[in-house]
């Protein structure tokens, strides 16, 4: 069984930056897929960023483009997602997630894709 805990959340001013982690357990990193989702009160869970198991490309949303980078360390067997230059429209709790299987490029930004969930870590940027 894929478990996921991730962390990193906390409070930051406009303009600011945080890094956020995801731990994998239970399965190698190098063979899943994963990405970040994020869910602000109201709205619906989003996706921010994705990469995939093979060649580890990578995909991002419009809103996060040239602010937001995902990667991942094998040896660590975690993921991450470095946010700089945050915005308040940034706040939100933001989960991680993984699949065992392979999925296409198109299919990197839908949650259904995903098995596997982390708990969720509250991003709030705010000054």
């Known amino acids: 069984q894929v478990q996921l805990v991730d962390s990193g959340g906390g409070l930051v001013p406009p303009g600011g930056s945080l890094r956020l982690s995801c731990v994998v357990s239970g399965r190698t990193l190098s063979t899943l897929a994963m990405a970040w989702f994020r869910q602000a009160p109201g709205k619906e869970r989003e996706f921010v960023a994705g990469?995939?198991?093979?060649?580890?490309?990578?995909t991002a949303a419009d809103s996060v483009k040239g602010r937001f980078t995902i990667s991942r360390d094998n040896f660590k067997n975690t993921g991450y997602l470095q946010m700089n230059s945050l915005k308040p429209e940034d706040t939100a709790v933001y989960y991680c997630?993984?699949?065992?299987?392979?999925?296409?490029?198109?299919?990197?930004?839908?949650?259904?894709?995903?098995?596997?969930w982390g708990q969720g870590t509250q991003v709030t940027v705010s000054s």
């Open positions: 990469i995939k198991s093979r060649f580890g490309s990578t």
């Open positions: 997630a993984t699949t065992t299987g392979s999925p296409i490029t198109s299919s990197l930004s839908v949650a259904s894709t995903y098995e596997f």
